[in-house]
């Protein structure tokens, strides 16, 4: 079965600031991959996802992610923090062989912006 | 478009009693829903995978008979939660998820349930 190890639990970053928040995946065949952001007593809102297309993912907010097959990563970048970053980030794997679309998730990661 | 609500957002409980949690997506046909737990500070737990018409697959672990899943129709999911207990107060999230768009799952904004 797949799975996504999210480095981190805690990320803190000035305003202003590179924003990086670290995914690795396993998985034997081909991943579709997902970043999450869940603000507090709220559900999960979706950033971006990769689906064997681009490997370079542009996502809401600013965010993206890049694909990377050798390194098994789906890091999550934003150039610039802002205030209303701040929440929870979480990386999402779908399992395959599944016609629900079924997701494992990540332990999370909080960011914290500071000003 | 694909908005999926929950009801309550928040409910408190006795202990002993049952509460039932309610899914819904708004503007689409929802085929299959999925319904999370989360526990503080902690990631989603998939409790279980709901098709509508069809039994609720649940991931093990998960006690079928303390959690009643419904998926009467393409619109509705219900969890209910049978003679609660203090460990059953968490957070449950449910998702719906849509063929068309390749099955990317629509999160609802979750249900506080306290058991008291």
């Known amino acids: 079965a797949q799975s996504v190890t999210q480095l981190g639990s805690h990320v803190s970053v000035s305003e202003g600031a590179l924003v990086l928040l670290r995914c690795n995946y396993s998985s034997s065949v081909p991943p579709y991959l997902f970043w999450y952001v869940q603000y507090p007593n709220q559900g999960l809102q979706l950033l971006l996802k990769?689906?064997?297309?681009?490997?370079l993912v542009k996502g809401i907010n600013g965010f993206e992610a890049e694909f990377k097959k050798s390194e098994t990563s789906f890091h999550l970048t934003k150039p610039s923090a802002h205030m209303s970053d701040a929440a929870e980030y979480f990386c999402a794997v779908r399992q395959s062989g599944t016609s629900y679309g079924k997701l494992t998730f990540g332990q999370g990661t909080i960011l914290t912006v500071h000003p | 478009g694909a908005v999926v609500s929950q009801h309550p957002s928040r409910v408190i409980c006795k202990s002993g009693t049952s509460v039932k949690i309610e899914c819904r997506s708004l503007d689409f046909q929802a085929t299959t829903m999925f319904w999370y737990r989360q526990f503080p500070k902690k990631s989603l737990m998939l409790m279980a995978t709901s098709n509508e018409g069809s039994k609720a697959t649940y991931e093990q672990g998960v006690e079928k008979d303390k959690f009643l899943i419904n998926h009467a129709s393409l619109t509705l999911s219900t969890l209910t939660v049978t003679s609660a207990h203090p460990e059953d107060s968490s957070f449950y999230i449910c998702s719906a998820t849509l063929p068309a768009s390749g099955y990317e799952q629509y999160f609802g904004p979750g249900t506080r349930l306290t058991v008291t």
């Open positions: 990769y689906t064997s297309a681009a490997t």
